[in-house]
């Protein structure tokens, strides 16, 4: 089973700064990494699929990157209602898992 | 667009099977693979398994022998049942849309682009 160890596990950050979290993988998954944002009281968001492609409707600021172990979710221009936590999964193989989750709170 | 409602019983009794169904609506159960998810209460996601609309199914191991994921094309509906719940299985449970098999490429494509609201299981005597 493939382990994601995501990091930080909470960032305190201000507007406007720029917030990068990572995703490590226990063993090589290719690029099959995805990011979702989740937010009090709501089901998670789909925000990139396969390490780097945008989904529609997310706002530009959101990108990621890597492959085979380590990726990065990258925030730019951080805006107060990306105060969430994000979390990563794996699809390379199965049982499809996720990462513990990093919360991100606003100043 | 697509929109996925999760229905089923809120209060499950230890040791009984939790039942839940999925709707979709906006489009066909046809084509994609289907998806479970559980968060318990404060902590993180939990993968419990998918269905492809044919019927093909994967589940996690560390639930396997008491999950079961089934799919109605005709109701446009999938379900989930769990066996022998504990207080452990108590979470809010998520259905999601999980992915597509691409006929051109034959290769298969996992990741969950629409949720449903989740609905919240409680394991109580």
């Known amino acids: 089973e493939i382990v994601l160890t995501q990091s930080p596990d909470f960032q305190s950050v201000t507007p406007k700064e720029k917030v990068t979290i990572t995703c490590r993988a226990s063993?090589?998954?290719?690029?099959?990494l995805h990011w979702y944002q989740q937010k009090p009281d709501q089901s998670p968001k789909l925000l990139i699929k396969?390490?780097?492609q945008s989904i529609s409707g997310v706002p530009s600021r959101f990108s990621g990157s890597g492959s085979g172990t380590d990726f990065t979710l990258t925030i730019n221009s951080l805006e107060a209602e990306d105060a969430a936590t994000y979390y990563c999964?794996?699809?390379?193989?199965?049982?499809?898992?996720f990462g513990q989750g990093t919360k991100l709170e606003i100043k | 667009q697509v929109q996925l409602q999760e229905s089923g019983p809120g209060l499950v009794k230890p040791s009984e099977t939790l039942s839940l169904t999925c709707t979709v609506s906006g489009g066909s159960i046809r084509s994609y693979y289907w998806s479970w998810m559980r968060q318990p209460p404060g902590k993180g996601l939990e993968w419990i398994g998918y269905i492809y609309y044919s019927g093909t199914t994967n589940y996690n191991p560390s639930l396997k022998s008491r999950v079961t994921i089934s799919v109605d094309t005709s109701k446009n509906q999938f379900s989930l049942k769990l066996s022998s719940v504990t207080a452990a299985d108590t979470a809010v449970y998520y259905c999601?849309?999980?992915?597509?098999?691409?006929?051109?490429?034959?290769?298969?494509?996992?990741?969950?682009?629409?949720w449903g609201k989740g609905t919240t299981v409680t394991v109580s005597s």
């Open positions: 999964h794996q699809s390379s193989s199965l049982p499809h898992s």
């Open positions: 396969y390490a780097s």
């Open positions: 999601a849309r999980g992915g597509y098999y691409d006929i051109l490429t034959g290769f298969s494509y996992y990741y969950m682009d629409v």
């Open positions: 063993q090589s998954i290719g690029s099959s």
